[in-house]
């Protein structure tokens, strides 16, 4: 089955830096489109970043535009986001996604059939 596994959350002062990887197992990782969400307690949901799968175009939220590259090594079925400058208000819980089929629709969650657990960034001032 597909599992996709996230790490690389941490505590980091702000303006600071992190990389997240998510690791894929159990699908052919270069047919899947692949996303980055993340939930802050008492929020809804919110896209953050994607990857497309042939192309390897990359789509941002506008809030994390200029500060966080999202990029995906199809050799070792891992995609990665790197954070850069980092803000308190990106204190959250950060989860990884994929799905064959979201091509103009990759901020959309509901797209996606496949999640990991998730990873805990939290960014002091």
């Known amino acids: 089955?597909?599992?996709?596994?996230?790490?690389?959350?941490?505590?980091?002062?702000?303006?600071?830096?992190?990389?997240?990887s998510c690791a894929a197992s159990g699908l052919i990782?270069?047919?899947?489109?692949?996303?980055?969400?993340?939930?802050?307690?008492?929020?809804a949901r919110e896209f953050v970043a994607a990857i497309r799968r042939s192309s390897g175009g990359t789509v941002y939220a506008d809030s994390v535009k200029g500060r966080f590259t999202m990029f995906r090594d199809n050799a070792k079925n891992t995609v990665y986001l790197q954070m850069n400058n980092l803000k308190p208000e990106d204190t959250a819980v950060y989860y990884c996604a994929a799905d064959p089929r979201v091509y103009g629709r990759e901020n959309q969650g509901s797209e996606y059939d496949y999640w990991g657990q998730g990873t805990q960034v939290t960014v002091s001032s």
């Open 29 to 43: 990782f270069s047919r899947y489109y692949m996303g980055w969400f993340r939930q802050a307690p008492g929020k």
């Open 1 to 20: 089955q597909v599992q996709l596994v996230e790490s690389g959350g941490g505590l980091v002062q702000a303006g600071g830096s992190l990389r997240l």
